[in-house]
């Protein structure tokens, strides 16, 4: 099998999204460090003009958007899966709805002036009639509104103890409504929610403390998948 090489950056969250999915599946990769911001000569030459993060090669094949590198990474080892207890399509439907909080977290980081203005004229230019920071700033009411309408869904799913968002198992629902909270956590909620696994050690104590809390469980869910890089 040709070596898996994962090109991404850092604070990706779709990246983070297939790092973990490798943890899951003890894969072994290598890393090309992309930039955040055009432009990507390098990568624009492997994939044909693609810019998005993260894209993995696997010898002369290059897999462009997070699921169909789960897809290539699901043929390749498919045990653990990322779809247990027959949940192809439930967990796939599942892993759509959870990434709409990307775009949620990504505005209200706009409209919060978190972003360096590099990043924000970059990320600007990829949207069809641009967006302001004015308008990203007027949204952020309702993307945090919709922000905890989600996570109290999430919650809801795993009231009854479950460890994973569909069962005893991680599926790929789970890797797809984790990263954009990895991302947007300390945004979307006063609490530690998903964000709690972080290398951060003060987060870590803060969900030692909150085990009851299914939040904090989740994260401690993941950050315990093996190659977590936490
Ligand atoms: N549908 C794509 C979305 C990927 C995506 O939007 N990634 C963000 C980074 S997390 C991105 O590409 N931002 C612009 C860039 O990196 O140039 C996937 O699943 O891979």
Known sequence: MHEL???????????????????????AWRSVQIPVVM???????L??????????????DIYC???AI?????????????????????????????????????????GMRMFPPDFVADRQKMVPGGVSEDL????IPSKLDEIRAK????????????????????????????????EGGPIASPHVLFSAGRQDSQAQSRADDREDDSRCRTAHSYSNLPGARW
């Not at 990706?12 to 943890?23: C, H, T």
């Not at 247990?84 to 599942?94: N, T």
């Not at 990203?136 to 949204?139: G, H, N």
């Open 151 to 182: 996570v109290t869904l999430i919650e809801e799913q795993l009231a009854d103890g479950r460890t994973f968002l569909l069962g005893s198992e991680a599926s790929l629902a789970d890797f797809a409504v984790y990263h954009p909270l990895w």
């Open 47 to 60: 994939t044909g003009g693609y810019r998005l993060t993260p894209v993995l090669q696997v010898g002369a």
């Open 70 to 110: 789960a897809r290539r990474l699901e043929r390749d080892r498919p045990t653990p899966t990322l779809y247990p207890s027959g949940c192809a399509a439930s967990g796939r439907g599942l892993a759509f709805w959870g990434e709409t909080l990307f775009m949620d977290a990504v505005l209200i980081g706009f």
């Open 5 to 27: 090489i994962l090109h991404h950056y850092d604070i990706s969250p779709y990246a983070e999204k297939i790092r973990l999915i490798m943890g899951l599946k003890q894969l």
């Open 136 to 139: 990203a700033r007027a949204l």
């Open 39 to 45: 432009p990507k000569p390098d990568l624009t030459a």
């Open 65 to 67: 958007d997070t699921k």
